[in-house]
């Protein structure tokens, strides 16, 4: 058990550009999430995955953004025409598929929009 | 619309004394509620859980503390240690009965320990 591992740990673009992140969730968890975090704020739920499936998706995701999980494994976060306000760290979290698992987050990626 | 709320952003305590943590919430669909340790630049890590049909989970030198009728979860760390400075995040899954567990995170307490 490896944990959720998230790449690359620190990006930094300038407005405008399309940045893509990649989230490897523990292998035997089919549940899948994305979260972004501010400073001074906890993390808010972006999107979730059961398997390849695309479940549920947040306000907060506007159409610059898009997340895919292909096979069920691995996901990928792109956000395009990226923006100042787009600026956080960005967390994946992986689960069993029972209600009321805890979830395991990777370390994050740290977006800087400049 | 904050439906977990932590309204003590920081906690200072000395190593050795209890550290108290504490988290209010607004929606009473809430059943299950979650605490997380946040150290900077690494993602959160559980920490302790609570059902609803208990009022109190313990952990070694961790327990949570609820009371329904107040909307109301603490988190007791008995004795505090340095390293147990991080932000501490309560959360809860939204509780409609779907088969999601996405969390709603409060905004944090960053605890500090000091020696």
Redesign the interface.
């Known amino acids: 058990d490896t944990g959720v591992s998230q790449d690359p740990r620190h990006k930094i673009t300038k407005r405008g550009q399309n940045v893509t992140f990649r989230c490897d969730p523990i292998s035997e968890h089919n549940r899948l999430y994305w979260y972004r975090q501010t400073l001074g704020q906890g993390p808010e739920f972006l999107t979730y995955f059961q398997n390849e499936a695309q479940l549920e998706k947040s306000r907060l995701l506007s159409d610059r953004f898009s997340a895919e999980r292909p096979k069920g494994s691995f996901s990928t976060l792109e956000i395009q025409r990226t923006e100042q306000g787009d600026s956080a760290m960005y967390l994946c979290a992986s689960s069993l598929d029972r209600r009321n698992e805890k979830l395991f987050f990777g370390s994050g990626t740290q977006l800087s929009v400049l | 619309d904050q439906q ?1 709320k ?1 309204n003590s ?1 920081s906690l200072s305590v000395q190593e050795g004394r209890i550290s108290i943590l504490n988290c209010d919430y607004t929606n009473s669909m809430f059943d ?1 509620f ?1 605490w ?1 340790k946040k150290y900077p ?6 920490l302790i ?1 609570i ?1 609803s049909i208990k009022d109190k989970n313990e952990d070694g030198r961790f327990t949570v503390f609820l009371n329904k009728s107040a909307k109301h979860l603490s988190l007791h760390i008995v004795p505090s240690q340095p390293g147990d400075s991080a932000v501490y ?1 309560c ?1 809860a ?1 939204p509780g409609y009965g779907g ?10 307490t960053l605890l500090a320990v000091q020696p």
């Open positions: 977990v932590q952003p299950y979650l997380y630049a690494e993602g959160p890590t559980f859980s059902s995040f959360a899954p088969a999601t567990n996405k969390l709603i995170f409060g905004t944090g």
